[in-house]
Structures are given as structure tokens and as C-alpha cells.
């Protein structure tokens, strides 16, 4: 049924001119990305979070409804270029001073945590016989800041806009999930709070399930568990680098592959906007807190309607017979990765 709703007639997408279908594809992807929102007030949800709500939301939309034709042009536009503008503006997030002068024994931590998690999810994906490019970007995932990090990575590595989906929607579900199972175990664990606050930083997916983690464990706990996921984050660049060059030379032995890998323009921008966040903002240009909430507020509903637009293209058909497997390989990455943080802590 999927199928057959996504064969829209010529005519339908002719009726809206390339501005209003640009106009109404944006709209769609931030209408459904309040929608998500909403959901994510409800008790239960709550835990899942806007971004994973909403994803949920595109992908049920597309099942019943089929994709939107009509407006494809402006969900495009949103997957690709709004999803490049909240990479960037997320390097507000990351203060390079902060990794640099307190975190430079995390950050070997931290690129061990990425190796593992990425070759460890590769190495049980071909174990399972899972999709190998689904269960790279879960590995990326794991290793450095979740939806974010597969986002930067996808293009890269030239990975389909589904399978984008799939992994920004399998790590934002199963990294809630371990979120709250830390913070139930939080009480009954022989670590004092730095302790839990390394090994929450050091293992968990995104920032939010981190910060959602390590909330238990006081201010100082949280913000130790910060700093180690800081760190992950400030290595998403130069892995970045490292694909583009393993990319390279992938295609120079095998020439009927396309050569032309386009250089990530939005990781120069997440770099100078990490820079002016860590030493300009603040210091030589005032910012108000409340300024900088509200730009990390635009960066989650940009994200969430990049996201959105990943969604509308997954096929749940697909989704059953592909995403099981790499799922099953994340996870085991993902339970491995936090024993052997916790015993190294």
C-alpha cells in the first residue's frame, strides 16, 4: 500500500509553482516537527524526546499517506541545507577551551570509545550479515554524538537518505533507552559522582541522553559527564576527514565508482562557529544566556525538520527487513562499550 500511495499523477505536482512547493515542503517538515514536539510532552514520550517523536511521525505519515510529491522541492531543501545549517549552529555547543585545557586526558578516552564503537558495529554487522551501510552510521552514532554525527557522516560515505533515517532514528530511540536505564542504576552502583559522570559521557549516544544520565549525579557529575561527551564531539571533525580520505582512495581502486566526494563546507562552519562560541561570544561580543538558549532551541526544531524529511522516506517494509540486524549489532556495540568504560572509570 506504501507503494501505490507514492505514485502521485503528473498533474498533482504540477498544481503548485516551484515556489509554493518549496515553501509548503518546508512548512511540512516544521508541521510535523511540532507535531513531534507534542508528542513528546506526553508522559512516556517524555523520554523519547522531540527528535525521535518526530521521525516516527514522518514514518507512519509516509506508510498511510505515501510521500508528498507535490512538495518535495522544500522537504528536500530541508533535509539537506536546513540539516547542514544545525550541524554548524551545534558547534555553539562544544567549547573548545574547555576540551583543551580539562579534557586532554578524556580526549584519548574519547578516540578509543569512537575506534571501538565503529570497527566493533562493523565487525558484528558482517557477524550478523547486517546492512553494512546502516550499521557504519550507527557505529559513527555510538562512537561520537549521535543524530548529529550520522548526519555529518552520511554524505560522506554517500549513504541513502533512508538509511540516514534508519540510523538517526534507531540511535535516538535505543540511547534514550539506555539513558534511563543509567539513571536507574544510578543509585545502586559503587561510583561516587566524577566517576558516573565519566562513564556516562564516555558511553552514551548524544548529548541529551548524557545530560539525561548524568542529572542524577549533581552539577558536578553532570558537567564532568559534559565534558568527556565534548570531547567525542570535538573528534567528529577530524573523523570526518578520515572518512573523505578513506573515500578517496576506496574510488581511486575502483573506477566505476563516482570520484566526487563534495567537500563538507558545513564542518568549516561548525569549526568557526565552535571558535566563536568558545572565545567570542561572551567575551569580546556579550551574549545573554537567554540568546544562546534560543539558538540552541532553533538548532533542535532545524534538526528535527531535517530530520522529518529523512523520515518521509523510509519504507516500513524496508525498515523490517533491514534495520533488525544492524539494530542488533549497535546494541550489542552499545552494552560492550558501557561495561568496558564503567571498568575503566
Known amino acids: 500500500m506504501a507503494e501505490a500511495n507514492t505514485q502521485i499523477s503528473p498533474q498533482s505536482t504540477k498544481q503548485l509553482s516551484p515556489q509554493a512547493a518549496w515553501i509548503g515542503g518546508v512548512a511540512f517538515t516544521f508541521l510535523i516537527a511540532l507535531l513531534g514536539y507534542l508528542l513528546a510532552l506526553v508522559p512516556g514520550f517524555d523520554r523519547v524526546g522531540q527528535l525521535a517523536c518526530a521521525i516516527i511521525i514522518a514514518v507512519f505519515y509516509r506508510q498511510i499517506f505515501g510521500y508528498p510529491e507535490a512538495i518535495r522541492k522544500g522537504i528536500a531543501f530541508s533535509t539537506k541545507r536546513l540539516l547542514r545549517a544545525a550541524i554548524i549552529l551545534y558547534g555553539l555547543k562544544l567549547s573548545i577551551d574547555t576540551v583543551l585545557s580539562d579534557g586532554l586526558g578524556l580526549l584519548l578516552r574519547d578516540a578509543g570509545v569512537i575506534v571501538f564503537a565503529i570497527f566493533?558495529?562493523?565487525?558484528?554487522?558482517?557477524?550478523?550479515?547486517?546492512?553494512?551501510?546502516?550499521?557504519?552510521?550507527?557505529?559513527?552514532?555510538?562512537?561520537?554524538?549521535?543524530?548529529?554525527?550520522?548526519?555529518?557522516?552520511?554524505?560522506?560515505?554517500?549513504?541513502?537518505?533512508?538509511?540516514?533515517?534508519?540510523?538517526?532514528?534507531?540511535?535516538?530511540?535505543?540511547?534514550?533507552?539506555?539513558?534511563?536505564?543509567?539513571?536507574?542504576?544510578?543509585?545502586?552502583?559503587?561510583?561516587?559522582?566524577?566517576?558516573?559522570?565519566?562513564?556516562?559521557?564516555?558511553?552514551?549516544?548524544?548529548?541529551?541522553?548524557?545530560?539525561?544520565?548524568?542529572?542524577?549525579?549533581?552539577?558536578?557529575?553532570?558537567?564532568?559527564?559534559?565534558?568527556?561527551?565534548?570531547?567525542?564531539?570535538?573528534?567528529?571533525?577530524?573523523?570526518?576527514?578520515?572518512?573523505?580520505a578513506f573515500m578517496k582512495r576506496k574510488n581511486k581502486t575502483n573506477e566505476a565508482e563516482d570520484t566526487n566526494i563534495e567537500f563538507p563546507w558545513f564542518l568549516v562552519g561548525f569549526i568557526i562557529v565552535s571558535i566563536l562560541g568558545s572565545y567570542v561570544f561572551g567575551e569580546s561580543i556579550p551574549v545573554s544566556d537567554n540568546v544562546m538558549e534560543g539558538v540552541f532551541t532553533l538548532t533542535t526544531w532545524l534538526l528535527t525538520a531535517a530530520m522529518v524529511g529523512l523520515g518521509l522516506n523510509v519504507s516500513l517494509k524496508d525498515l523490517r527487513t533491514r534495520a533488525l540486524r544492524p539494530l542488533a549489532a549497535m546494541t550489542v556495540t552499545s552494552v560492550a562499550l558501557s561495561v568496558i568504560v564503567y571498568f575503566i572509570v
Not at 557477524?127 to 555529518?152: P, Y
Not at 540510523?167 to 536505564?181: E, H, P, R, S, Y
Not at 541529551?208 to 565534548?230: F, N, R, T, W, Y
Open 120 to 244: 566493533a558495529t562493523i565487525w558484528l554487522a558482517r557477524v550478523f550479515k547486517a546492512d553494512k551501510n546502516i550499521s557504519l552510521l550507527l557505529g559513527v552514532g555510538t562512537g561520537i554524538c549521535g543524530a548529529a554525527a550520522i548526519a555529518a557522516v552520511a554524505p560522506i560515505v554517500k549513504a541513502k537518505d533512508e538509511d540516514t533515517a534508519i540510523g538517526v532514528g534507531i540511535i535516538a530511540l535505543m540511547g534514550t533507552v539506555f539513558a534511563i536505564v543509567y539513571t536507574i542504576l544510578r543509585p545502586v552502583l559503587p561510583l561516587d559522582a566524577i566517576e558516573y559522570g565519566v562513564w556516562s559521557g564516555s558511553s552514551l549516544h548524544e548529548v541529551a541522553h548524557v545530560a539525561l544520565a548524568g542529572a542524577p549525579a549533581g552539577d558536578e557529575g553532570l558537567a564532568i559527564a559534559l565534558l568527556a561527551k565534548l570531547g567525542r564531539v570535538f573528534l567528529l571533525v577530524p573523523l570526518c576527514f578520515i572518512f573523505i
